[in-house]
T-cell receptor, first 114, second 113 residues
Framework: KAGVTQTPRYLIKTRGQQVTLSCSPI?????VSWYQQTPGQGLQFLFE???????NKGNFPGRFSGRQFSNSRSEMNVSTLELGDSALYLC?????????????FGPGTRLTVT | GENVEQHPSTLSVQEGDSAVIKCTYS??????FPWYKQELGKGPQLIID?????GEKKDQRIAVTLNKTAKHFSLHITETQPEDSAVYFC????????????FGQGTTLQVKP
């Protein structure tokens, strides 16, 4: 079975721009969670989608948004980029539900904001 | 609020020795505790996990223990090898907080040959 894939792997953007990151979950997984990883704050939860619905959201500003498609693929968008948004963005997929807590991570997208 | 404390932040051992990493969680509703290994340039890899109805779980050289009363859980690696060198993260999950893992700050493990 193929693992979680994320595209692109690397991005360089300028302050004020917007960016869209993509995540393809493991086949059969319906839940996708997004995390931001930085040296200072560690791994922080952004949001989770299941069957195209956002079920949970972390403590991030409204500039961070996401969506999920009918094939479970997910995208996250960051608008009006700030220098502090530079981070590794990780998505994780799981079956969802009480029998599918295990989250499997992709390799991440390294975003640099200049 | 929700919090997971992880210690130590760095750990250096000789090849063949054991390594222990400890975590404490705050949310008593947490019922699932995974451990991840992250190598440079890669995403976190799930290496072992435990649910709240189990006290201990072992997979070859890796074991995890859980003390629900004290809200502690630990990762034990025996017979360490240089390829075990990586950053290890503990996490806690509560079924009422869907899809959200609360991570510890990470432990950088160095295994010296």
């Amino acid at each position: 079975k193929a693992g979680v894939t994320q595209t692109p792997r690397y991005l360089i953007k300028t302050r004020g721009q917007q960016v869209t990151l993509s995540c393809s979950p493991i086949s059969g997984h319906r839940s996708v969670s997004w995390y931001q990883q930085t040296p200072g704050q560690g791994l922080q939860f952004l949001f989770e989608y299941f069957s195209e619905t956002q079920r949970n959201k972390g403590n991030f500003p409204g500039r961070f948004s996401g969506r999920q498609f009918s094939n479970s693929r997910s995208e996250m968008n960051v608008s009006t980029l700030e220098l502090g948004d530079s981070a590794l963005y990780l998505c994780a997929s799981s079956l969802g539900g009480t029998s599918g807590y295990e989250q499997y991570f992709g390799p991440g997208t390294r975003l640099t904001v200049t | 609020g929700e919090n997971v404390e992880q210690h130590p932040s760095t750990l250096s051992v000789q090849e063949g020795d054991s390594a222990v990493i400890k975590c404490t969680y705050s949310d008593s509703a947490s019922n699932y505790f995974p451990w991840y290994k992250q190598e440079l340039g890669k995403g976190p890899q799930l290496i072992i996990d435990i649910r709240s109805n189990v006290g201990e779980k072992k997979d070859q050289r890796i074991a995890v223990t859980l003390n629900k009363t004290a809200k502690h859980f630990s990762l034990h690696i025996t017979e360490t090898q240089p390829e075990d060198s990586a950053v290890y993260f503990c996490a806690a999950y509560g079924s009422s907080n869907t899809g959200k893992l609360i991570f510890g700050q990470g432990t950088t493990l160095q295994v010296k040959p």
